[in-house]
């Protein structure tokens, strides 16, 4: 199984980013897949969630209304458009796959992660 994000970079306050995270070895639509990231100090979030169909979705408050999780089955990748990008959102994230809805685990203990990408808002 492999997961590989991109398009993470510097970017200052206000502005988007859209990054990516393809997947391998897994059949993608029967998993759920959820953006965590790792804040300074290297605490990680949950970021956002969406089911095994893109029909349902889920954010965490602090990225509700800017961030937008999305994906495409037919390319085995999901998505997470930034907006109003703020300093407080630099962080690494994390694209994760899982098989059940995303109560089942902690931003820890999905079972499947990528590297990461780095994200740096700043002036």
């Known amino acids: 199984v492999q997961l590989v994000e991109s398009g993470g970079g510097l970017v200052q306050p206000g502005e988007s980013l859209r990054l990516s995270c393809a997947v391998s070895?897994?059949?993608?639509?029967?998993?759920?897949m959820t953006w965590v990231r790792q804040m300074p100090g290297n605490f990680l979030q949950w970021v956002a969630s969406?089911?095994?169909?893109?029909?349902?979705?889920e954010y965490d408050e602090f990225v509700q209304g800017r961030f937008t999780i999305s994906r495409d089955n037919a390319k085995n990748t999901i998505y997470l458009q930034m907006s109003n990008l703020k300093s407080d959102d630099t962080a690494v994230y994390f694209c994760?796959?899982?098989?059940?809805?995303?109560?089942?685990?902690?931003?820890?203990?999905?079972?499947?992660r990528g590297p990461g990408t780095q994200v740096t808002v700043s002036t």
């Open positions: 969406i089911d095994t169909e893109g029909g349902r979705t």
């Open positions: 070895g897994l059949t993608f639509s029967n998993f759920y």
């Open positions: 994760a796959a899982h098989s059940r809805p995303r109560y089942n685990y902690t931003p820890y203990t999905f079972p499947y």
